[in-house]
């Protein structure tokens, strides 16, 4: 079963069986709303989700089905995005179009648990069980070797996978990433405060629509610079369709010393040209860690953008597309 592709129609022809479940109810969902009476803004914002949802590709990865979209040329060189913790595919619409138009082949992709993917029964969402998922995705849609840029969590499996399948990769890009001590403390009060957070608190906000809430949090404790509203509800989205299960474990996953003692030493394997980019003010993955991440990389370059926290896809997308297409055209020449 691995690797079987089902490329989606659009909304109004799709068939149930093509898609997964959450996908189906969040698509009906923007039909009805459509259908409604909306403010302009809202109904702007809700026909341009249509249109990312119109994108839609399902593929079964190592028994689970996964949500991507493929943008771009199929004979560009191929750039697969990952997202962060409890976000989702949906997190790199602004960067998508700007870099397909560019000549590249651009594939973003839920895993498993988060978007429109699948839950996995077996809570097999650790930095390796998701690195393997990438592989197969490789591997299921033949990609020659390719570039990976990744955000946060993104950011752990981009590189246990450039580190573990050196020949699939051409470069590595990292968003707020950063070498992480292992704290004992810290191992035993984070997970159970995060499984809190956002499970207890954040997630059932989120499904009665008061999608402002999360945003005071994120505005308040994670962001330098305040997204559009479009942004925020998309975030709200990914809270909502994330299972609660991978939450916990990639919460106690990432408190690991095994896990955060494995970074450094994949980053000295890694043989490609790799780029960290850290945000100044980002509180959960601080540029002194990042610094020092990229000072044993092979082939490492480090920026740092000012006046910038952790959600940099949505804070500063604009900047996130520059500095892609520049890395990348070096990689390139």
């Known amino acids: 079963m691995n690797g079987q592709v089902v490329e989606m129609p659009q909304l109004n022809t799709l068939h149930a069986t ?3 479940q959450k996908y189906q109810e969040y698509s009906a969902e923007i039909v009805t709303k459509l259908a409604g009476k909306l403010s302009q ?12 949802l119109s994108k839609a590709q399902f593929i079964e990865l190592n028994g689970i089905v996964h949500h991507y979209q493929d943008i771009g040329p199929r004979g ?34 839920d ?8 839950s996995d029964p077996a809570r097999g969402y650790t930095v390796e069980g998701f690195s393997s998922d990438l592989h197969a995705l490789g591997i299921a849609l033949g990609l020659r070797p390719h570039h990976v840029a990744a955000f946060s969590l993104g950011a752990f499996v981009a590189l246990h996978y450039g580190a573990t399948y050196p020949d699939q990769v051409r470069s590595l890009t990292f968003f707020n990433f950063s070498q992480i001590s292992h704290s004992r403390v810290a191992s035993v009060f984070i997970p159970p405060l995060l499984d ?21 949090y994120a505005r308040l404790v994670l962001a330098q610079n305040t997204p559009p509203v479009g942004d925020i509800k998309l975030g709200a989205l990914s809270l909502r369709c994330c299972d609660p299960e991978a ?16 970074v450094p030493d994949q980053m000295r394997r890694v043989p490609h040209p790799t780029l960290l980019v850290s945000g100044a003010g980002d509180p959960i993955m601080r540029p002194s860690g990042g610094r020092k991440l990229m000072s044993v990389a092979q082939q490492g370059t480090y920026l740092e ?8 896809l949505f804070e500063l997308p604009e900047q996130v597309t520059q500095i892609l297409r520049l890395f990348l055209r070096g990689v390139r020449g």
């Open 76 to 109: 560009g060189e191929p750039l697969v995005l990952i997202h962060g913790w409890d976000c989702s595919a949906l997190w790199w619409h602004h960067i998508v179009e700007p870099l397909a138009a560019a000549g590249y082949r651009v594939i973003s992709y």
């Open 41 to 52: 803004g809202e109904r702007r914002r809700l026909e341009h989700e249509r249109a990312l």
């Open 111 to 118: 895993l498993k648990g988060h978007g429109f993917s699948d």
């Open 18 to 20: 093509r898609s997964t």
């Open 305 to 312: 953008v000012p006046k910038c926290g952790h959600l940099i």
């Open 247 to 262: 939450v916990r474990v990639s919460a106690h996953e990432l408190a690991r010393r095994e896990v955060l003692d494995a």
């Open 196 to 216: 809190t957070v956002f499970n207890r608190l954040l997630r059932p906000i989120t499904r009665r629509g008061l999608w402002w809430l999360p945003f005071i």
